[in-house]
């Protein structure tokens, strides 16, 4: 049974105010999904539930290399140092995936100046060629699964560094009970405050015409993709 005391309400209380920092200071929590989100014309609903897996992956997989660690006995070190590997593998990860994004949707953008147009309709994205009425249809779900799936092993990879003493701390002196509780609080908050930012971010952006740049909107996207990496890696936001 779950002892209330000081010890306890501090710690949880610690590990909702990481979360919302946590989330908040680190771009890559949010931006991919704006930005991706404007470029494939995601639904607010498709956006906020590939926000969600993606943050579901990047705290449970934090939980299990903590839970892992003290399951053999190696001291909160340990566990950190992964974290920190892990880090730097995501943030790279999410460098490379952004540049071939950024690449992708130049060679779209400069196809489509050439006179060779993608237009959406019915769930398809038809080719027009040269201002003809000859069309084909290409299927748009496969572009944007492999996406998502994309994002998730990124964020799957990435970890949650405020969390693992937060957790490992109760879980050492055999609180498991409460060791769970934070790192269900840590999540919780994670995630929300994550679907927030998307949520209004989302709604701006909706309200943005691009104009003239919209056929260089993928470009962008990579671009800020590929940006939020490296801002994980050069200045550890």
Known sequence: MLDVNTFSISLLAAAAGLAVTHAVLGPDHYLPFLMLAKARRWSRARTLLVTAACGVG??????ALGAVGLAIGAGVGWVEKWEGARGDWAAWAMVWFGFAYLLWGLRRALRRRGGVELHEHGGHVHVHLGGGHAHHHVDASKGSASTFWALFVVFVLGPCE???????????????????????????????????????GHAGLERLPLGRLERWAHAMAGAVVMASGLAVIYLGL
């Open 58 to 63: 990047h705290v449970a997989s934090s939980l």
């Open 162 to 200: 405020p969390l693992i003493p937060l957790f490992v701390l109760p879980a050492s002196r055999g609180e498991w009970g409460l060791a769970a509780l934070v790192g269900g609080v840590f999540g919780a908050v994670t995630i929300l405050s994550m679907l927030a930012l998307v949520l209004v």
